[in-house]
């Protein structure tokens, strides 16, 4: 939330070098990549142990990853939306339904006329559900949580109304599905990296031969490089393309300074002559856009049709990651890499979902040495007994049951929030509702 | 003679946001239909002449009491600025579990319903228990919790059911479902106590006797919320959980209570089919009740008749939706009602709400001549 | 306070007809504005003249804030003119009133605490390249303006790490930032203690120096008088005089403040009694992240005792509050209520047992603002008679209770069905301190700033039932930021800093300047202990 991070204090004081505000800029930013680099080497880390003991070697395969990267795109894409409007001060729990908008247009569109122009309506009618959120909370201040849920109702509602008038039975829609898109969104093997062709030669796979060699951790890394560069759709091209451009517009341009000012102290930033109504609105029409993107992402690229109830919850967890992302970018980014990856292996197969039970009591058991290291006994002891849990459940069975596999990145959620040590902090004003004029 | 005159005007100011909500929804589903090339007119009054046949009141009634013991669910948690959107996965898991439970166990009849209810509260309450609990000592905001609880209890059940509770079907049964509970775990009709007071109903209408304990938990709902200390404390810690506090309420005593509560009565939300229809869980048990019931609170203003109206309306929608599709006209148009009633019910209290506001400073100002808050001015 | 040094290039009020003096720098005439039922300014005229320092006075309520939000652009008169630099002007809001120059830092700072100091700064006014902010633009813009003024606070920190008086530079910047030679403050010393008000004077001075006109807003006489070049009282909304400060006496312009007698909140003869109500013995308190917030502290309150906590805000007095009232766990040390104790009790038995709250905050921890006022009366009350019968509401005795408070402690209210919101801020007051002085068996009063924000009328009301009660036995632990009614209500003063009791003194003796050195730490009375940071 800072874009700049604390200075050491003296040298502020006496500061009259005019590179130090872009160094510090700059510096914090580097230090939080820094930090979620090293949380992926230890992630990867885990995993590529428990593949050597297991043998589960799926787990850390670039067919995992890149599945991994297609299934947090919706995700993220919403979380990151989410950052809009709630860093603007609206709390936009409708994110699902604004993503149903996005399934049911980029469905029709991309049935009518082809799936860009699929991605292009669904965006907008996530971004007419945002519209219809903003209605309801910033000029007529209704609670925000109520507004969102009233929108989640709605939503499917709407949907199907829109697909009975206008998937004829003939088209091969119906009730509940559209019939199938005209065409897919290109995919592109990066050059160099993924063996992709330039002017039509083709370049060499580096990630894809480290990956073959089989060494440890260095070819678990290969197929995670190899995974998020090869085959790789240009509409999710676009979508991670959105993570650094957010955070650039959010802390870089004015427009961004006010929009987070919304949801500091609105009455601060009204006195200073910022259209408090004005920044949230466009925040939360742009929340919606993402979330309908997520939407129409998930037609193009998974089912080749809309279909009721794709979203499945993922406007839900969208939100999560948004929370344990800390209301940044790439701690949204993060999150969502996680879910995505957890989604994936559901897909893959069931050996490596019993692996994962090793892998979740290893973090867990890294965690409590955390705690241990730092002398929180409570927490020590909690995630110790989680760790000899899933642990003893890993050493007790052969399979782990579909329907939990299903629910997994939901509990995972859960455990990092009740877990986390880290102090969250949401922006100040987020979720209260702002009447013009306040600023007396 | 003051005090009353003032307190039907409120009524009539707290009825002003239903019907124009109601007004609106109707209207634009209007529109709606005519954009898409059908008789507004025509749809309604085919709608109206369905719903008031006795057997789809009867339906309207069975329909209605799942929905207004989510209201009530929900409603509870609102009283406390709690959001419990939980309630979705405590009834549904609430559900599994006690049929199981229900079909396993044989007692006399009034206990054996009674054990049944017993499990189901407790199951809702001990998810309602978690989303406490990590809100407490966590501090993790409710609406996560219960979101993420939510897709684990239904995949819970759909495993409990699949993998333990699920009955050898004969061959040819592909519906996966528990047990059938015993007789003496049924809950009976009302049709007899019907019959003796003169109203016959159509052969297969049945109004379930659960429609009782739904009235019942109302009445007591209304009663621990107004009548009570405790509903004072609750109350008192929704609209200021600092003053609150500072006047001897634990909050996170009154956090824990609340969602307890909120989940144990979502628990049952599923048990008027349960005991009165299915008489066991099946894989086709209705789903999306507790997304409904938060609408249904909304719409009722947290109130026990309100919320008795909000699921009456929209039982009566979704029953008299049927005919539509006879008429030509995509019954699908209700779900688009249910929703724009829910977004503009919100809308309409609040403005009514700032209404209020404005005519009670007023009120004020011409009985003491005062300025009101927020205006640092001298006494004229 | 220090005497005012610098030359004096302030004019007389009386500018001689036909001098070519440059156009005031500010000029009201005939200003007017009513709310529904008061008139706020009537007929106000005043005149500021280029680079001079000039006082705007006046107690709670006569005017000035209104008048100051109209010369910013936040309200409009009635009627009136606003001339800037001679030119005729109409604002609809703030942004024409700093496109004419004028900037106004708020009593409350307006400042977004998870944003960084330079951020706050250039909020709504950021200099930029494209539509990227133009960070090195920013922070070299604000450096400048800090050598220039003083005015020494780092661009890049967060606000939420700062302190009150680097919070108002902060403001005082974001003005000069937008360009404004006229700087009206609200109240700019009330959340000051003497040290930052000696800091910001200096500013000021200097701003004057480089040209810069400021309309300063006080009810503070002395600040006033040090500081200014012109004073212009207000009172009932009217102007009644402008003066030179080299000509008036503080008895002379407190008169013409508020007209004939002055209010002061003296207590008459001692009622102390023996029967210790409240004991605290060597309490200590931790804040959430484990730092000591409050050691060592012991004190004793008698039946018929007002004992006053002097201190800047944030030294342990929340905690303190809290400590007593159990909302704050204890981590060392006990409190005993009327020979009980209770240093594990919860609030609710405690409040049974005799213990009343006025809050510091009452809209945040007082009162119900949407419930009607017989519900507010029960809140810290609802688990006794009349309001209850332990577990059942009896509404009925609810609101005869409610009447009789209404009553006794004139609550301008139409009636008990009356949300909270809907009174006036002195009225909520009054209903609160009513509501907690009606019990039967209250023991011990903790009031925390019981007349803060509320006007001068209430403010008396508060003070005689405060003095009322504590003649009729009621021990009172009374904590406030305004000095005066510190001296002249208590009978013991304790000064609170950084968590520990540091002097105890006797109201009698004690002058306003004195507590100031020990508020800050400039002075101690007892040696020197280890910090209870």
């Known amino acids: 939330m800072t874009l700049v991070a604390r200075p050491p204090r003296a040298g502020g004081r006496t500061g009259s070098s005019t590179d130090e505000i872009e160094e510090v800029q700059s510096r914090g930013v580097r230090a939080r990549l820094l930090r979620y680099t090293l949380l992926a080497l230890v992630v990867v880390a885990i995993l590529a142990t428990t593949r050597e003991i297991t043998g589960a070697d799926e787990l850390t395969r670039s067919g995992t990853f890149g599945a991994a990267l297609r299934l947090a795109v919706p995700i993220g894409l919403t979380g990151m939306g989410a950052i809009y409007c709630e860093r603007a001060g609206v709390v936009n729990i409708g994110l699902e339904g604004m993503m149903i908008f996005g399934t049911w247009f980029g469905g029709w569109a991309g049935w009518q006329y082809g799936a860009w122009w699929g991605i292009g309506l669904g965006i907008l009618g996530g971004a007419a559900g945002g519209l219809l959120h903003a209605l ?38 119906g009730a509940s599905q559209s019939p199938p898109i005209r065409n897919v969104i290109g995919r592109v093997n990066l050059p160099f990296v993924a063996g992709g062709d330039l002017f039509g030669w083709r370049s060499p796979d580096m990630f894809g031969w480290l990956e073959r060699k089989r060494w440890f951790m260095l070819s678990d890394v290969g197929g995670l490089l190899r995974g998020i560069t090869g085959e790789i759709s240009w509409a999710a091209i676009l979508a991670i393309a959105l993570v650094p451009l957010s955070f650039w517009f959010l802390w870089r341009t004015s427009f961004g300074l006010r929009l987070r000012s919304a949801g500091e102290n609105p009455a601060a930033a009204e006195s200073l002559g910022v259209s408090v109504y004005l920044v949230k609105y466009v925040g939360t029409v742009i929340s919606g856009a993402f ?59 069931d050996a490596s979902v019993h692996a994962m039970l090793l892998a979740v009591a290893m973090g867990v058991g890294l965690l409590a040495a955390v705690a241990v290291f730092r002398r929180n006994l409570g927490m020590a002891l909690a995630t110790s007994i989680i760790a000899a849990g899933f642990l003893v459940w890993f050493l007790m069975s052969d399979t782990v049951p579909r329907q939990f596999v299903f629910f997994t990145p939901h509990l995972t959620t859960l455990l990092v929030l009740g877990l986390s040590r880290r102090r969250l902090r949401m922006p100040t004003a987020d979720g209260l509702v702002y009447r013009k004029g306040e600023a007396t | 003679m003051n005090v009353w005159s003032r307190r039907l005007r409120r009524f009539a100011i707290g009825l002003l946001g239903p019907v124009v909500a109601i007004g609106f929804a109707l209207a634009l589903s209007a529109v709606i239909l005519k954009i898409s090339g059908h008789d507004p007119w025509q749809a309604f009054r085919a709608m109206y002449d369905y719903g008031k046949t006795r057997a789809s009141i009867i339906s309207m009634l069975n329909r209605s009491i799942p929905y207004y013991i989510t209201g009530l669910a929900v409603a509870i948690g609102f009283k ?21 439970a229900g079909a396993a166990v044989k007692f006399p009849a009034p206990i054996h319903v009674l054990f049944i209810i017993a499990v189901a509260a407790a199951v809702g309450a001990s998810l309602g228990g978690i989303t406490a609990i990590l809100k407490v000592t ?13 897709t684990i209890s239904t995949g819970l059940a759909a495993y409990l059911l699949a993998a333990h509770f699920a009955q050898k079907n004969k061959p040819g049964d592909l519906i996966i479902k528990t047990k059938e509970i015993p007789e003496s775990g049924w809950f009976p009709s009302l049709n007899g106590l019907l019959s003796r007071i003169g109203i016959e109903l159509p052969i297969g209408s049945n109004l379930q006797g659960f429609i009782v304990v739904a009235v019942l938990l109302g009445v007591a709902y209304y009663f621990l919320v107004w009548r009570t200390r405790f509903g004072y404390d609750l109350r008192a810690s929704g609209i200021n959980p600092f003053a609150a506090e500072a006047s001897g309420v634990d909050p996170n005593r009154m956090v824990v209570t609340t969602l307890l509560l909120s989940g144990g009565v979502a628990g049952l939300a599923g048990l008027s089919q349960v005991l009165g229809f299915f008489h066991r869980y099946t894989i086709d048990f209705p789903t999306g009740l507790g997304f409904t019931g938060i609408g249904i609170a909304l719409l009722g203003r947290n109130h026990p008749v309100g919320i008795a109206f909000g699921s009456l309306l929209f039982a009566f929608l979704e029953r008299s939706a049927q005919v539509l599709d006879l008429e030509g006209v995509p019954k699908e148009i209700v779900v688009i009602m249910q929703g724009v009633m829910i977004l503009s019910i919100v809308i309409a209290y609040e403005v009514v709400h700032r209404l209020v506001e404005i005519q009670e400073r007023k009120a004020v100002v011409e009985a003491t001549h005062e300025a009101p808050p927020g205006m640092e001015v001298a006494a004229a | 306070m220090t005497s005012d ?46 680079g001079e320092i000039h006082a705007i006075v006046g107690e709670n309520g006569a005017g000035k804030s209104t008048l100051m939000k109209i010369l910013y652009g936040m309200q409009r008169p009635d009627t009136g003119e606003i001339r800037v630099n001679g030119e005729p002007m109409q604002f609809k809001s703030p942004k024409d009133a700093i496109a004419a120059g004028i900037g106004m830092v708020h009593q409350h700072f307006m400042l977004a605490d998870n944003l960084t100091v330079l951020e706050n700064v250039i909020l709504g006014s950021e200099p930029t390249k494209g539509i990227r902010i133009d960070f090195r633009t920013a922070y070299d813009t604000i450096s400048d303006l800090g050598r220039l003024y003083g005015l020494d606070v780092d661009p890049n920190e967060l606000v939420e790490t700062l302190e009150v008086g680097e919070r108002q530079r902060v403001e005082i910047i974001k003005v000069l930032y937008r360009g404004a030679k006229i700087l009206i403050l609200d109240e700019p010393t009330a959340a000051l203690v003497p040290q930052e008000v000696e800091e910001l004077f200096r500013n000021l001075r200097d701003l004057k120096a480089q040209g810069s006109t400021v309309i300063f807003i006080s009810h503070k006489l002395d600040e006033v008088l040090a500081l200014a070049d012109t004073i212009t009282v207000l009172r009932g909304g009217r102007t009644v005089a402008t003066v030179d400060p080299k000509d008036v006496t503080p008895r002379q312009l407190a008169e013409l403040m508020v007209g004939s007698e002055l209010p002061t909140p003296e207590t008459q003869e001692s009622t102390v009694t023996d029967t210790v109500e409240l004991s605290v013995t060597s309490l200590g308190v931790r804040s959430d992240d484990g730092r000591w917030v409050l050691r060592d502290v012991s004190l004793v309150v008698h039946r018929g005792e007002v004992v006053g906590i002097a201190g800047v805000e944030g030294n342990g007095q929340a905690e303190l ?4 009232l159990g909302l704050h766990p204890v981590a060392e040390g006990s409190i005993e209520l009327a020979g009980h104790d209770i240093t594990t009790w919860p609030t609710r038995d405690r409040r049974e047992a005799g213990l009343g709250y006025i809050p510091e905050d009452r809209h945040r921890r007082g009162l119900l603002l949407p419930s009607p006022l017989w519900e507010n ?13 332990h577990d059942l509401l009896t509404p009925a005795g609810a609101r005869r209770a409610t009447e009789e408070i209404i009553e006794e402690f004139d609550v301008k209210t139409p009636g008990l069905d009356i949300p909270a919101h809907a009174l006036s801020g002195g009225n909520q007051q009054k209903f609160i301190v009513g509501r907690e002085m009606s019990s039967d068996d209250l023991k011990l009063l903790v009031a925390a700033h019981p007349t803060r924000g509320i006007d001068v009328g209430a403010q008396a009301a508060v003070w005689d039932q405060l003095r009322r009660a504590r003649k009729e036995g009621l021990a009172v632990l009374l904590v406030s930021a305004d000095l005066e009614e510190l001296i002249g209500l208590s009978d013991t003063l304790h000064v609170i800093y950084r968590g520990r009791l540091v002097a105890t003194l006797d109201p009698a003796m004690v002058t306003p300047a004195d507590l100031g050195s020990y508020m800050t730490g400039v002075r101690t009375q007892e040696p020197a202990t280890e910090e209870a940071t």
Not at chain 2, 138 to 150: F, G, K
Not at chain 3, 377 to 389: E, K, W
Request: hydrophobic share 50%.
């Open chain 1, 136 to 173: 309801a909370t910033v000029t007529f201040g209704v609670n925000h949580i109520v507004s969102g849920v009233a929108i989640n109702i709605l939503a499917p509602g709407v949907a199907r109304y829109l697909s009975v008038i206008s998937f004829s039975p003939g088209s091969g829609g």
């Open chain 1, 291 to 349: 979330a309908g993107f997520a939407g129409a992402f998930l037609v193009t690229e998974f089912a080749g049709i809309y279909q009721e109830g794709q979203t499945g919850g993922r406007g839900f967890i969208g939100l999560a990651t948004l929370i344990f992302g800390n209301w940044r970018p790439v701690g949204v980014a993060a999150g969502a890499a996680l879910f995505g990856f957890a989604d994936a292996l559901q897909l893959r197969n």
């Open chain 2, 80 to 100: 406390m600025n709690l959001f419990n959107i939980g309630v979705e996965g405590q009834y549904r898991l609430a559900a599994v579990i006690a049929a199981w």
């Open chain 2, 138 to 150: 966590r501090n993790v905001h409710e609406v996560i919790t219960s979101i993420m609880l939510n």
């Open chain 3, 5 to 50: 040094g610098s030359a004096r290039e302030q004019r007389p009020v009386a500018v001689a007809p036909g001098s070519i003096a440059a156009a005031p720098a500010v000029e009201l005439k005939g200003i007017s504005k009513r709310f529904p039922g008061v008139v706020a300014n009537d007929d106000v005229n005043l005149v500021v003249q280029p």
């Open chain 3, 321 to 324: 509050i809290e400590a007593i």
């Open chain 3, 377 to 389: 009366a029960m809140l810290g009350r609802q688990g006794v008679a009349p309001y209850s019968n």
